[in-house]
């Protein structure tokens, strides 16, 4: 019996990333998964009758044998694997790793070099109780892709931010030893895949879709040790880990993508991360072997 599974996307990010989606479809040919695209907006679920219930345009629907969940909902995650659905990435990594506040409170303690990062609401920016001197960096708590992400050097600029993000729930931290330059580590379950960095001469935002420019990068053992740290505290499926640098050039924790994109993985590299995804879920379910 074939295994079936779903691919969950909203309907904004699955205009943008037709072609990844086609490639995981076409994949699951190759493996003989029956796959799903599904659009999270024809899925309603909840409780029914004192039972987790989850209907597929208002109808009852069997469920699927996994989920690779490619949309940033964790309670319908949990709702999922209450209902003995596994998902990639799964509501703990969802819930963890898609606040960045609660990210670092995670891994703090854990041996992982972080900047110093501050927890507050947006509208306490003009209480003038700030932690740090300017400059720094605001950022939401939730902002994906370089969104969201301001560096202030004065109180008419913070005035600005506070405006545009009132009533949000941000995060504040130092500006890193070198700005503009950022690392991403691909990792698929406990195993890094490959790692990308990248560059932008004309921001302190180095992110590729920003106009960063980006380049295969071989990390060192040093820097292998604190990769590997922030891996044994999840259950990944398929992550990215950014580092920002120190100004001796060491790294410093800055955020998990759990719906990570895998462009600069695909520029700089000729690996199938799809295939190797979807081997690694069969093998999590038990129906195959070692990832290729």
């Known amino acids: 019996m074939k295994v079936k599974g779903w691919l969950i996307y909203e309907e904004e990010h699955a205009k943008k990333n037709k072609a990844f989606i086609e490639w995981f479809l076409d994949e699951a040919k190759e493996l003989d998964i029956e796959l799903d695209f599904i659009l999270q907006s024809r899925i309603s679920f909840g409780i029914q009758n004192n039972e987790l219930v989850k209907l597929l345009d208002q109808e009852s629907v069997d469920s699927p044998d996994f989920v690779i969940m490619r949309n940033i909902d964790p309670l319908f995650n949990e709702q999922l694997e209450r209902m003995r659905i596994p998902c990639f990435n799964s509501h703990h990594v969802s819930t963890i790793c898609n606040d960045k506040a609660r990210t670092h409170q995670y891994l703090a303690g854990k041996g992982i070099p972080m900047l110093d990062t501050y927890f507050m609401e947006a509208d306490e920016l003009l209480t003038g109780n700030l932690p740090l001197p300017m400059p720094f960096i605001i950022k939401t708590r939730t902002g994906r892709g370089g969104g969201d ?129 979807l081997e690694f879920i069969l093998q999590k379910l038990g129906l195959g072997g070692e990832p290729t």
């Open 149 to 277: 992400v301001f560096m202030v050097e004065n109180i008419e600029q913070v005035e600005a931010v506070h405006a545009q993000l009132s009533a949000r729930s941000i995060i504040l931290q130092p500006l890193a030893g070198l700005p503009g330059k950022d690392l991403r580590v691909y990792v698929l379950g406990g195993e890094v895949v490959w790692a990308v960095l990248r560059s932008n001469e004309n921001s302190f935002k180095a992110n590729y879709t920003l106009g960063g420019q980006a380049s295969a990068y071989s990390l060192n053992e040093a820097e292998l040790i604190v990769v590997k740290n922030i891996i044994q505290q999840f259950d990944f499926g398929l992550v990215g880990i950014d580092f920002l640098f120190d100004e001796d050039g060491r790294l410093l924790f800055n955020e998990i993508e759990d719906v990570v994109g895998c462009r600069t993985l695909c520029l700089t590299s000729d690996i199938n991360i799809v295939k190797r995804y």
